[in-house]
């Protein structure tokens, strides 16, 4: 079973921005597709962003687009979320997630290896 590690989560005001780090112990992150979720209190668990196994190809929620950017370096087994101008709306639990496919998906339900979480608060 394999224990993703996830970094970078605080607090910040609206507008600002943060980076998430997410890394893998394996060493071929190449043969898995990656992505982000993210769980408000009260709501349930939602896909933020994902890339392919090759990194040609991302998709993102219409609430992350234009704000959010997802990224691998599989030298160094870690991918990453950059979110700019954050909004209070964009509070919750950050989560990362990993499976050996092609072509990735914002279903949490396609994943088959997760992070623990890191908490993400944005101040008004």
């Known amino acids: 079973q394999l224990q993703l590690v996830e970094s970078g989560g605080g607090l910040v005001q609206s507008g600002g921005s943060l980076r998430l780090s997410c890394s893998i112990p394996?060493?071929?992150?190449?043969?898995?597709?990656i992505g982000w979720f993210r769980q408000a209190p009260g709501k349930e668990r939602e896909g933020v962003a994902c890339?392919?196994?090759?990194?040609?190809?991302?998709n993102y929620a219409d609430s992350a687009k234009g704000r959010f950017t997802i990224s691998r370096d599989n030298s160094k087994r870690t991918w990453y979320l950059q979110m700019n101008s954050l909004e209070p709306g964009d509070t919750a639990v950050y989560y990362c997630?990993?499976?050996?496919?092609?072509?990735?998906?914002?279903?949490?339900?396609?994943?088959?290896?997760w992070g623990r979480g890191t908490q993400v608060t944005v101040s008004s």
């Open positions: 394996v060493y071929t992150l190449e043969y898995y597709a």
């Open positions: 890339i392919n196994r090759s990194g040609g190809g991302t």
């Open positions: 997630a990993a499976v050996s496919v092609r072509l990735c998906t914002l279903s949490d339900a396609s994943y088959a290896y």
